[in-house]
C-alpha cells in the first residue's frame, strides 16, 4: 500500500523541476557525488509516463538492473520463507561491484549521461 502511494506521488510529482518536494539523496549532499541510485525517482517518473529514453538518461544502470533486483528481492523473501539462502554471495558481491564501478565512472569529468536536475 504505501509502495504504490508512493508511486502515485513520484507520477504526479515531477522530480527534474527544482523545488519538487521529494528526499534528496544523502550521498550526493554530504560528497556532492552521484551515487548508484542517483536519478532513481526520475527515471521512475519517466517510466510512469512512459518516457523510456529521459529513464535511460537519468539512469542507465539502475534501468538495466532493475529486472535482476525485482528477481532477487522476489527470490530473498521466498527464500527467507523456506529458510534457504536468500540471494548468493556471487550474485551480491558481483552487484556490489558493478554498483562501484558505475558510481566511478558516472563521476568521472566529461561524462555525459547527467541526471537531469542537480
Known amino acids: 500500500m504505501a509502495g504504490a502511494a508512493a508511486l502515485a506521488y513520484v507520477a504526479i510529482a515531477d522530480p527534474h523541476r527544482p523545488g519538487t518536494l521529494l528526499p534528496r539523496c544523502p550521498t550526493k549532499l554530504i560528497t556532492g557525488l552521484d551515487c548508484p541510485a ?22 542507465p ?16 523473501r521466498k527464500g527467507r520463507a523456506a529458510g534457504s539462502e536468500a540471494v548468493p554471495d556471487r550474485v551480491a558481491y558481483t552487484l556490489a561491484g558493478a554498483a562501484l564501478a558505475w558510481t566511478v565512472v558516472r563521476n568521472l569529468p566529461g561524462w555525459p549521461l547527467k541526471p537531469t536536475v542537480e
Do not use: T
Not at 542517483?38 to 539512469?59: K, P, S, T
Not at 544502470?61 to 530473498?76: E, K, M, N, Q, Y
Open 38 to 59: 542517483c536519478g532513481g525517482l526520475r527515471l521512475a517518473h519517466d517510466l510512469l509516463h512512459g518516457d523510456l529514453e529521459a529513464a535511460l538518461h537519468d539512469n
Open 61 to 76: 544502470f539502475l534501468l538495466l538492473c532493475s529486472p535482476a533486483l525485482a528477481v532477487l528481492l522476489w527470490r530473498g
